[in-house]
């Protein structure tokens, strides 16, 4: 396994480089001027973590169609979502997408399918939300209450919906079916709710069979922001914001699993957080890259 990694730590970078020589332009290797800007920015997105402020970007690609040959723009925060261009005269097809959308709830689209660019006329291209409402209402409702700011990390609260409360009780807030089927004795079974990004296992700690309305919820998973947790820890904060030995709002983690080497996506690194006296876990998992917290499972009663 070991010979495995060293020969993927060695390809990978090749395999990358040849992947980015593709059919790609730079763009400023014409003479035709154009901005490129994202527009319309809803004043909720103050309300994100900053950490998400700062990773959130929006790529668009500009493809000549005559040559087919693509130019990619990036969007962010550091060119305040504003980019110069100068390319060759022609039309071109306009795409964009936005970065973690699973963690923003923001989607973006383009004002046009196509611009010219010409000659001593600046093109411009606009992309824009495409759910300003709905990313607005997300928000709102995940904005963290004094409650939750102030539990301790392994106080078995959590917040949905705006209201804050023990883990046991999300699953009446969740939408979840098959509540009235049956499970065996001692066994587990996992139900997700897709559309929130959250799972939670439930146990039947019964020795006769049970249905899951009267099983006890042991772990919760959230995969999608749309639970915080306490200190206001949610998915999309920095790794090292939560989980720094002297500032980090979580302190120091029991221990690190996974794979430290950021970017290469072979393994996720987790840090995981054990309550010695009530036995529960927290374990965060960050993106690949290391820039933000990705995934948070909360476990109970997982004595090691």
């Known amino acids: 396994m070991k010979r495995i990694r060293r020969l993927l730590l060695l390809t990978l970078p090749l395999l990358l480089l040849l992947a980015s020589c593709g059919n790609r332009g730079k763009l400023n290797e014409g003479d035709c001027a154009g901005t490129i800007t994202l527009q319309g920015l809803p004043k909720e997105f103050s309300l994100l973590e900053e950490n998400l402020q700062k990773e959130f970007e929006v790529r668009v690609t500009l493809q000549n169609m005559t040559t087919d040959k693509d130019y990619v723009a990036v969007l962010n925060q550091k060119n305040e979502f504003k980019q110069s261009v100068s390319l060759h005269p022609g039309t071109y097809r306009v795409s964009a ?51 939750i700011l102030s539990a301790d990390k392994f106080s ?25 089927k049956m499970l065996a004795g001692y066994q587990k079974t996992t139900l997700t709710d897709n559309e929130r990004g959250v799972s939670i296992v439930l146990q039947n700690k019964m020795s006769s069979d049970q249905p899951l309305s009267k099983c006890e919820v042991v772990s919760l998973s959230v995969t999608s922001n749309t639970v915080i947790f306490p200190d206001g820890v949610s998915l999309g904060s920095s790794p090292a914001k939560v989980c720094h030995k002297q500032t980090g709002l979580y302190g120091q983690p029991t221990r690190f699993e996974g794979f430290f080497l950021y970017g290469w996506d072979l393994d996720k690194t987790k840090a995981i957080y054990l309550d010695p006296i009530s036995g529960d876990r927290i374990t965060i998992t960050f993106l690949a890259n290391g820039s933000s917290i990705s995934e948070i499972t909360y476990e109970m009663e997982v004595f090691e």
């Open 97 to 147: 997408y936005a970065s973690i959308t699973s963690l923003t709830h923001l989607h973006v689209k383009t004002t046009a399918d196509t611009v010219t660019f010409e000659r001593d006329k600046e093109a411009s291209v606009i992309i824009v939300p495409e759910n300003v409402d709905e990313f607005t209402s997300h928000w709102m409702e995940s904005h963290p209450q004094a409650e």
């Open 156 to 180: 078995r609260l959590v917040q949905v919906n705006r209201k804050v409360m023990p883990i046991k009780d999300v699953v009446t807030e969740l939408d979840l079916s098959d509540m009235d």
